[in-house]
């Protein structure tokens, strides 16, 4: 195993970047862990109705017994496709769509609040697409004035908004500002020209440097760029140029995702022609080099795609132990509720998860018959609960106590996961937990690959692969 030593410090340990090699070893595909158990698992017996109890039950809950509330609204319209896209959108140039979503989004905040009662709490705001600024200025502004009149925003929360740098300028960066925004994410992927071009996503650099000059002037918190490795004509070396641009931008956050080609699921990705993609060792190497770079410039490395600068609050919250993980990844709030709003959009109240139609057309059509449009869900059992409150552990605090989690679910944890503390044994020989009759500690090296850890105690995964196992042994 060889390893690269950094000298940057992030928290108590040294950073140890893996090399290409271990990398291919233990970046195994498997779920992001946004939510436990995973959306797939979501059944369409749980419904309307059973979001709705959900919602009773949370506005009948008192004091500490409710759960800190994050609102996510789903804006689902772009301009134009990036042939990578595996999102949920709708390609238009027709903005005036975007009034009749609206008129929706109200409609669906109108059926919530109803349940919920108006005036929650809210310290955690996230509009996500698509494209949220496909939405122009007296959209975002119709919106997010619906969105105050039915909740009660803290001052020092957290306000997001995705931002294609494509859609905005200095003075919509302000308008942004004026409604109270303090995070921007940009959508980057790569620099490169020839890449941009290759994922029919043209966006110079100098552009996307003005803007993050302009919002960091405006006063926004936050800002965080998205990069993508993996996509067509991307090079070893053309992938090291952006990461020394990106270091150069200096986001607060930056988040890294591969790209998987995928074209059989998602037809955009057709137009991508699959001799321009990377081979799978340069691809392992871009990542290599990325999380060596980015951690060789000052950033903390914070778990599965994410990065951060010392002072941000996701580095703070990773010291001290606060992360949390949710659908939008890692975050510094605390754990807590997640409304959501708009097409296909994924929520969480209480010991339940809910989505929303998925097109358009039933979205409408649920919401214009006076219904709430969730279509299916999950109502979690303890088993659930026991291993989301793991799962989530092991993700965002490196480290499972068997006492405290046998505490807060009433059974004896190291008994209960006997048959998993044998399944770490394998990672516990090649360095990636620590295990003790206390805790499971993930290493330094581990977090890493800490979600192929946390695929241990997912146990409908387990269960498919014994399924898997079964059939082919009969
Ligand atoms: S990547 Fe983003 S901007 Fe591009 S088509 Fe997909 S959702 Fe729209």
Redesign the pocket.
């Known amino acids: 195993m060889s390893l690269t030593v950094l000298p940057h410090r992030s928290g108590p340990r040294e950073v140890i970047a893996p090399s290409a090699a271990v990398l291919s070893r233990f970046e195994v595909p498997g779920p992001r862990y946004t939510s436990y158990p995973t959306a797939d698992r979501f059944v369409e017996a749980f419904g309307a109705d059973a979001y709705g109890e959900a919602l009773r039950e949370r506005a009948a809950a008192v004091g500490a017994r409710q759960a800190p509330l994050s609102v996510y609204v789903h804006v689902p319209f772009?301009e134009?496709?990036?042939y990578?896209?595996a999102?949920n959108?709708i390609?238009t140039r027709h903005r005036e769509r975007a009034v009749e979503y609206l008129d929706h989004l109200e409609r669906e905040l109108a059926l919530q609040s109803a349940q919920l009662g108006y005036g929650a709490p809210v310290s955690q705001l996230h509009l996500g697409?698509?494209?949220p600024t496909f939405l122009d200025d007296a959209g975002l502004a119709r919106l997010m004035a619906a969105l105050r009149g039915a909740f009660s925003f803290a001052p020092d929360g957290e306000y997001a908004i995705e931002v294609?740098p494509r859609t905005v300028d200095a003075a919509r960066l302000a308008h942004l500002a004026a409604l109270g925004f303090n995070r921007l994410s940009f959508?980057v992927q790569d620099f490169d020209p020839a890449v941009q071009k290759a994922v029919h996503?043209l966006q110079p650099a100098q552009q996307v440097f003005d803007l993050v000059g302009h919002a960091r002037a405006l006063g926004f918190a936050s800002i965080n760029t998205d990069l993508i490795y993996g996509l067509p004509l991307q090079t070893v070396a053309s992938f090291d140029r952006t990461l020394a641009q990106v270091c150069e931008l200096r986001p607060d956050r930056i988040a890294l995702y591969a790209y998987a080609h995928l074209p059989e699921r998602f037809k955009?990705q057709r137009r991508i022609a699959t001799n321009d993609l990377p081979e799978g060792i340069a691809k392992v190497e871009m990542l290599a080099r990325s999380i060596a770079a980015l951690t060789a410039a000052g950033y903390v490395y914070i778990g599965m795609d994410h990065f951060a600068l010392p002072d941000d609050p996701l580095a703070v919250a990773k010291r001290q132990g606060r992360l949390h993980r949710s659908f939008q990844g890692y975050s510094p709030q605390p754990d807590g509720d997640i409304l959501a709003l708009g097409v296909s959009a994924i929520g969480r109240i209480g010991a339940t998860y809910s989505q929303n139609a998925k097109t358009l057309a039933e979205y409408y059509d649920l919401l214009g018959q006076g219904r709430l449009p969730v279509v299916r869900g999950l109502a979690l059992s303890r088993e659930d609960v026991l291993r989301r409150a793991t799962i989530m552990a092991l993700m965002c605090q490196g480290r499972l106590d068997f006492e405290a989690i046998g505490l807060a679910h009433l059974t004896d944890a190291r008994r209960h996961f006997a048959a998993e503390l044998a399944a770490l044994e394998p990672l516990q020989a090649q360095g990636l937990v620590q295990l003790t009759d206390q805790a499971i500690e993930v290493t330094p090296t581990g977090w890493f690959f800490v979600r192929a850890i946390a695929m241990v105690f997912d146990r409908y995964l387990q269960a498919d692969r014994n399924r898997t196992r079964f059939s082919r042994i009969v």
């Open positions: 772009c134009s496709l990036c990578y896209c999102c959108k390609i697409g698509g494209t294609d959508g996503r955009p």
